[in-house]
C-alpha cells in the first residue's frame, strides 16, 4: 500500500511529467512506472482515480516512448509490457506448488457447528479464531512471484497442474506485476486467488452480443473461465476481468522464521498482500472467536449478495491461525481448516413442458422454453428463452427432459443442461418449425447467421412488434402506446401500421373498458406531439435492420428530407460514418421495397415530420452551420443531449464517430478513446467544454 506521501509524492510527479514538455532523460523511466503503478492502484483497487484517462495515457505514452528510445530498459514488469507478451498457439501445462484442494461445503447453521465441533477435536482446542471471507463465484488462479516478480499465472486445472495462463494473468490491470515481497526476505510466493468479471461488465458484454444476434453467455463465472482461455491477450484485455486473491499457499525466505512470525494467520498475510497492493477481501474479512458470530454473519452476508458488484455463491470460514491450520491438515480432497457456507440455490430442476416460438420485430424466431413454474432464488420462473436452433442442439434438449434451471443474481434464467440420465423413452424431440408459427410463410436463415427469420413483412406478430417500437421511447416516443395498449388497438383492427396511428377512431376507443377522457387525451397530445419529432427519431423508429440510434442519427444528418435517402446505393450510404456492407445493404432494401415508401408517402400526408429541420437550418443560417460536432466524457454544466440540442441550434450537425469529416470534438471528464483518435487523425479541432460554451454564445 501507498503511504499518504507516497501518494502526494507520486501524483504531483505525474502532475509535473504532464505539464512538463522537456524531452525525457532515462532517469524518468522508473518514476513514471511507479507513477502508472500507483494510477493502476488507485484506479483499480481504490476506484478513486486520480488521472483522467486521458492524463494517464499519456504518462502511459511518455514511459513507451522512452523505452522505445531506450529498449535496453525495458524490465518484464514495465505496465508497458502487459500487452506485449505475445499470442500463443496453446497454453502449456503448469504444476502448482502446492495441490489446489476445493472446499468441503455447509448449508446451515447446524452444519456450522458440526464443523466447529470437528475443528475443535482436530485442533485439540476450544480456542480457535475464526476468518470469514466471501466465496468468490470465478475461476479459481494461482500466480508465483519470484524476487517480487509475477512469473506465472496457472489456471486451477486438475488441482495438481494447470494451463500456464501467464500472458492473459498480466490483462488484469488490478495484479502487479511486482511487488516489493523483499520486505517480507520472501524468494518465491504462490498466491490462490479468483478471476472474476463484474456484474455490470458482463451485461454491458452480453448486450453486445445481443445486438450482433449472438446467444448470451450464461453467467459471469463462465465468461471469466472463458476469457482466461482465450488465446489473444489483447482480447483478453478488452474484456475487463477482475481479481481477488484470497490466500497464500507456499513461499521461501531467506529468514524463514522471521517471516512465519509475521505472516502468522490467514487474516495478517491476507493484509499484507493487500499493502503491497494486490486486491484483496480485506473489506469483508472478518474475525470471530464464536462459531455463533459466524453463523450470524454468514446469515446477514448472504441478503446483501446482490448489491455486491461481483457474484458470490457463500462464504468460506478458515481458521485463521497457520500454526492450528497445520495441526489439523487435509483430507484428500480438502483442508479440514476451512468449510464453503453455501448461500441457498439458485438452481433448480423443472420440467420442460413445450417449446413455443416468438416471432421478433425484424422477423427473428425465438424459441422460448416452458417450464413448470419453478422459483428460484425469490423469484418464480416458467419461460425461458433458448436464443436458437443451436442452443437447443448443442444442450440436447428434448420435450419432457428434467432440466437444471440457474438464475443468478442479476442475470437472466437459463437452462444449465438437460438431466438425460433421467429420460423415460417418452420425451419427444423439439421441432424447428420450418414455417413462420403466426403467418405460416417459409422460414429463411442466411449462411452468417444462427437465427431463422419470417421474412413477410406483413406478418402479423412482426407488425406489432415494429408498432411497439415505433412508439417507444428512444423512437418516436408515444407516451401511453406501451405493448399493452398497441397489442389491444391491433386485435380490435384499430391500428393496423404505422400510418394508421395517426388516424385512431377515437370514437371506437371511448367505449373500451379503463379508457377515460383523461386518458384519451393524454394519448392522443403525445400522438400529436410525436410528428414534430426530429427525423434521427422517425428513422430509427422504422425499424431497419441494424440501425439503431446512433446510425439513425448519421442517417438523418445525411439529408434534409428522407426521400433523398430511397436512391442511395450501398456505396454511397458506405461514405458515412460506421456504415459498412451489411448495414448499406439492409438500408437500400428497405427504402427499395415500394410498401415501404408508400407507408412514408402515407406519414407525410398525416402532418408528420420527415425533414431535417436542423440540417435545413444549417445550410441557410446559425454561426455554426454545417460544422460538425461530437461529443465525449463527462459535461460538467450541461447533459450531452442538452449541449447537442444547443450546437445543433446554431446550425451544428452532431455526428456519431470520430472521422475526418469531424470538425470539433468537445471533451468532458474521462474523455477516452474518441479524444486519442481525434489526435491522432490531427485534422478535428478539440474544444474544452468552456471554450464549446463560448462559441455557442459567441
Ligand atoms: P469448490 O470448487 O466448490 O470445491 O470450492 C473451492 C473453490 O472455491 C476454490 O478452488 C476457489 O476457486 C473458490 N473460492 C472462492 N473464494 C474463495 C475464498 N475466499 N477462499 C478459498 N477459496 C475460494
Ligand atoms: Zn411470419
Same mark, same amino acid.
Given at each position: ?33 511507479? %507513477? ?37 530498459? @525495458? ?110 526476505? @520472501? ?42 482461455? %482465450? ?72 441478503? =446483501? ?60 424466431? $425465438? ?160 400522438? $400529436? ?7 434521427? =427519431? ?144 490531427? $485534422? ?15
Amino acid at each position: 500500500m501507498y503511504t499518504k506521501q507516497q501518494e502526494l509524492q507520486y501524483f504531483e510527479q505525474g502532475k509535473r511529467f504532464l505539464e512538463n514538455e522537456s524531452p525525457l532523460e532515462t532517469s524518468d523511466v522508473e518514476p513514471l512506472r511507479t %507513477i502508472i503503478n500507483y494510477a493502476d492502484w488507485k484506479y483499480y483497487l481504490q476506484s478513486e482515480p486520480v488521472f483522467s484517462d486521458y492524463e494517464y495515457d499519456l504518462l502511459f505514452k511518455k514511459l513507451l516512448q522512452l523505452e522505445t528510445l531506450h529498449p535496453e530498459m @525495458i524490465t518484464t514488469d514495465s505496465p508497458t509490457q502487459r500487452v506485449a507478451y505475445g499470442l500463443s498457439e496453446r497454453f502449456n501445462q503448469a504444476a502448482h506448488l502446492v495441490p489446489m484442494l476445493s472446499l468441503d461445503n455447509t448449508y446451515n447453521a447446524q452444519d456450522l457447528y458440526d464443523w466447529d465441533a470437528r475443528c475443535k477435536e482436530f485442533a485439540g482446542t476450544n480456542n480457535i479464531e475464526y476468518c470469514v471471507e466471501p466465496k468468490y463465484d470465478g475461476a479459481s488462479i494461482s500466480l508465483v512471484y519470484e524476487n517480487g516478480k509475477l512469473v506465472r499465472g496457472v489456471t486451477r486445472g486438475d488441482g495438481i497442474t494447470g494451463e500456464d495462463i501467464t500472458a492473459n494473468i498480466r490483462q488484469i490491470r488490478s495484479i502487479p506485476l511486482s511487488a516489493n515481497f523483499d520486505a517480507e526476505q @520472501i524468494q518465491q510466493i504462490e498466491i490462490r486467488g479468483e478471476v472474476v468479471i463484474h456484474k455490470d461488465v458482463f451485461a454491458a458484454y452480453n448486450a453486445q452480443r445481443a445486438k450482433e444476434n449472438l446467444p448470451p453467455l450464461a453467467n459471469p463465472r463462465n465468461a471469466a473461465s472463458g476469457t482466461l482461455r %482465450i488465446l489473444n491477450p489483447e482480447e483478453v484485455r478488452k474484456r475487463k476481468l477482475s481479481a481477488i486473491l484470497y490466500s497464500i499457499s507456499y513461499y521461501t525466505a531467506t529468514a524463514p522464521e522471521q517471516t512465519a512470525a509475521k505472516l502468522d494467520t490467514h487474516y495478517n498475510a491476507i493484509s499484507r498482500l493487500y499493502q503491497l497492493g494486490f486486491p484483496t477481501p480485506h473489506e469483508e474479512m472478518k474475525r470471530f472467536s464464536a462459531i455463533e458470530d459466524v453463523i450470524a454473519y454468514c446469515q446477514t452476508f448472504e441478503d =446483501r449478495r446482490d448489491s455486491l458488484p461481483y457474484e458470490v455463491d457463500g462464504l468460506v470460514i478458515k481458521v485463521n491461525h497457520f500454526e492450528l491450520q497445520e495441526k489439523m491438515g487435509m483430507t484428500s480432497h480438502h483442508p479440514r481448516w476451512a468449510v464453503a457456507y453455501k448461500f441457498k440455490a439458485r438452481q433448480a430442476t423443472a420440467t420442460l413442458l413445450q417449446v413455443v416460438f416468438q416471432v421478433g420485430r425484424t422477423g427473428t424466431i $425465438t424459441p422460448v422454453a416452458k417450464i413448470t413454474p419453478t422459483p428460484i432464488g425469490g423469484v418464480m420462473v416458467s419461460s425461458i428463452s433458448l436464443f436458437n436452433e443451436d442452443v437447443i442442439r448443442e444442450k440436447d434438449l428434448m420435450i419432457g427432459d428434467t432440466v437444471l434451471v440457474e438464475r443468478a443474481g442479476d442475470v437472466i434464467p437459463y437452462i444449465v443442461k438437460s438431466l438425460n440420465e433421467l429420460r423415460k423413452g417418452t420425451e419427444a424431440p423439439i421441432i424447428f418449425p420450418t414455417h413462420c408459427p403466426d403467418c405460416e410463410q417459409p422460414l429463411e436463415k442466411t449462411e452468417d447467421e444462427a437465427v431463422w427469420r419470417c421474412i413477410n413483412i406483413s406478418c402479423p406478430s412482426q407488425v406489432i412488434e415494429r408498432l411497439i417500437h415505433f412508439c417507444s421511447k428512444d423512437a418516436m416516443d408515444i407516451r401511453g402506446m406501451g405493448e399493452a395498449n398497441v397489442k389491444k388497438f391491433y386485435s380490435l383492427g384499430i391500428i393496423k401500421d404505422i400510418p394508421s396511428l395517426f388516424r385512431i377512431d377515437w370514437d371506437s376507443i371511448k367505449n373500451l373498458d379503463g379508457f377515460g377522457a383523461k386518458s384519451i387525451n393524454n394519448l392522443q397530445a403525445a400522438i $400529436t406531439h410525436s410528428k414534430q419529432q426530429p427525423l434521427h =427519431r422517425l428513422i430509427f423508429g422504422l425499424g431497419i435492420r441494424h440501425v439503431g440510434e446512433t446510425m439513425a442519427k448519421t442517417l438523418a444528418h445525411s439529408v434534409t428530407h428522407i426521400n433523398e435517402l430511397f436512391d442511395r446505393d450501398a456505396a454511397q450510404l458506405m461514405t458515412l460514418d460506421d456504415i459498412g456492407p451489411k448495414v448499406a445493404t439492409s438500408i437500400v432494401d428497405f427504402f427499395s421495397l415500394s410498401e415501404n415508401r408508400l407507408q412514408l408517402h402515407e406519414l407525410k400526408t398525416l402532418g408528420i415530420n420527415l425533414e431535417n429541420n436542423l440540417n435545413i437550418a444549417a445550410t441557410t443560417q446559425g454561426s455554426l452551420s454545417g460544422k460538425t460536432f461530437l461529443f465525449t466524457g463527462t459535461l460538467q454544466h450541461y447533459k450531452r443531449s442538452e449541449a447537442e440540442a444547443k450546437a445543433e441550434a446554431k446550425g451544428g450537425i452532431i455526428v456519431g464517430s470520430v472521422s475526418s469529416k469531424l470538425n470539433y470534438l468537445v471533451v468532458g471528464a474521462e474523455a477516452g478513446s474518441k479524444l486519442e483518435k481525434a489526435k491522432k487523425l490531427g $485534422t478535428v479541432t478539440i474544444l474544452t467544454e468552456e471554450a464549446f460554451l463560448k462559441m455557442i454564445e459567441a
